[in-house]
């Protein structure tokens, strides 16, 4: 297991920009697919974007597609999600998580997870 801390959620006007952060501790973050998720108001939790452990390989739901941006650095322990011309619908809690499988977007397949931070975006 590897624990995960987020920061950088908040409150931004429709059109702006924040940039999450997630920064992992236990064992090697680096062999470990991160990924982001979110889950609205009255909605299931969905997948973001996801970063594979090897190649920096990545997967976005086609929502943000354009918008936002996840990368790593191993050497820091971190994942971003760095996410530009927010719209009010990307309001939700957001939670890292940490899979050790190379390649998948289902949330039951990451065994790792923040406790979330909250983005509000208003109109």
């Known amino acids: 297991q590897v624990q995960l801390v987020e920061s950088g959620g908040g409150l931004v006007q429709a059109g702006g920009s924040l940039r999450l952060s997630c920064t992992a501790s236990?064992?090697?973050?680096?062999?470990?697919?991160m990924g982001w998720f979110r889950q609205g108001p009255g909605k299931e939790r969905a997948i973001v974007a996801v970063v594979r452990w090897t190649g920096g390989i990545t997967n976005y739901a086609d929502s943000v597609k354009g918008r936002f941006t996840i990368s790593r650095d191993n050497a820091k322990n971190t994942v971003y999600l760095q996410m530009n011309n927010q719209k009010p619908e990307d309001t939700a809690c957001y939670s890292c998580?940490?899979?050790?499988?190379?390649?998948?977007?289902?949330?039951?397949?990451?065994?790792?997870w923040g406790q979330g931070t909250q983005v509000t975006v208003s109109s």
């Open positions: 236990g064992r090697t973050f680096s062999s470990y697919t």
């Open positions: 998580a940490a899979s050790e499988y190379l390649t998948t977007t289902r949330p039951s397949d990451f065994g790792s």
